[in-house]
């Protein structure tokens, strides 16, 4: 079995525009026909005739023609517990579940009135794969207060009971998380995110995949499992919000498509390809910044690895570690960087 995961979705602004030119922007990416199965985080859903969700900015919406990208891109199942799930009222919501079942592409993490399906299983070859999917309260949902759409939500309680249940069920068992509400633009996540996975591997998840910070965050292995905080984005467009533009970063272009293949033993060989976004809105490969994520990881897994150390040793902490991290995190981690040269990093340690 050969199945791919993609990051956030959103055929918002421009893709509306290219999808109306006939111009696919997704022309470079064919390889995704060689997977049996591909899963992505569907983060705008079709406009709705109600009006939008007022309590959520920004709000995404797309039209539903957009949708049959998904088809093209051989995308068979979409998660829908995200942040943005209530951006269209009831009406979008129910407008996007009816393209979906046109085009019998499935979706999991929110339902109209009955209990959201949160677990999707995949089968093929005598293989079982599950997927649990679910959004945190700290990514903003905004959820309205006349509403029939039902999200799952990680409550680490419900979550723990899901595994223990679902692992049951499957052979590989993934979590496909929407979280990281503080780690959002930022180049690592947050110290809730790294105890949480912790705690889902003991558990019984074999991996977990997260999306929402709209960058790509550390991966990592352990004899537990294997943990992608976030593949970043898939092709998210500039979005406008109170008339004014938020436009994507170098860092926002760019996103993880990852690729499992598991054998008739159940072992599972891992391909991962970095994608970018151009300025025209296409999506190209870019297997060229491979090394700068996987020299982060490293340094995440080191960071990780040293510190039950630097906890115990106040004045190594402190003077390497929690001052220099504190004035990085002081805004975005990316910018932050940049402000740091070696003479004043020198002037910074002494």
């Not at 920004?58 to 539903?64: N, Q, S, V």
């Not at 009971?161 to 590989?172: F, G, M």
Request: charged letters at 25%; hydrophobic letters at 35%; glycine letters at 6%.
């Amino acid at each position: 079995m050969k199945i791919s995961f993609v990051g956030d979705i959103s055929f918002n602004d421009e893709y509306i525009d290219l999808y109306s030119k006939e111009i696919n922007p997704f022309e470079g990416l064919s390889f995704l026909n060689e997977s049996d199965f591909v899963v992505g985080n569907l983060e705008c859903l079709v406009k709705g005739s109600e009006g939008e969700n007022t309590l959520k900015e920004p709000r995404l919406k797309t039209e539903a023609k957009t949708l049959n990208w998904l088809k093209d891109l051989n995308i068979s199942h979409v998660s829908l517990a995200n942040n943005h799930v209530y951006d269209n009222l009831d009406d979008g919501f129910i407008k996007t579940i009816n393209k979906l079942n046109e085009l019998n592409i499935d979706y999991f993490g929110a339902e109209v009135v009955n209990e959201p399906k949160k677990y999707c299983e995949i089968s093929k070859d005598g293989i079982t794969i599950g997927i649990l999917n679910y959004v945190d309260q700290d990514t903003n949902p905004c959820k309205p207060e006349i509403t029939e759409i039902n999200t799952s939500y990680i409550d680490n309680s419900s979550v723990g009971k899901d595994i223990e249940l679902y692992k049951k069920e499957c052979d590989i068992l993934v979590l496909y998380l929407h979280w990281g509400g503080k780690s959002e633009n930022i180049a690592f996540p947050e110290r809730n995110q790294i105890r949480n996975s912790k705690d889902f591997l003991n558990l019984g998840a074999d991996i977990i995949i997260g999306h929402h910070s709209h960058t790509i965050q550390p991966f990592m292995s352990s004899s537990k499992g294997n943990v992608y905080y976030s593949i970043g984005n898939f092709c998210f467009a500039d979005s406008t919000i109170k008339e004014s533009m938020i436009q994507m970063t170098k860092e926002n272009n760019r996103g993880l498509i990852l690729t499992l293949e598991i054998d008739l033993n159940k072992r599972i060989r891992t391909t991962k390809t970095f994608i970018q976004r151009l300025s025209n809105g296409k999506i190209i490969i870019n297997n060229r910044i491979r090394y700068k994520y996987k020299l982060r990881s490293k340094f995440f897994a080191f960071i990780s690895f040293c510190l039950p150390f630097l906890i115990n040793t106040p004045i190594i902490y402190n003077k390497y570690f929690k001052i220099p991290f504190m004035y990085l995190l002081k805004g975005n981690m990316l910018d932050q960087m940049k402000k740091i040269d070696k003479k004043k990093l020198k002037n910074y340690l002494k």
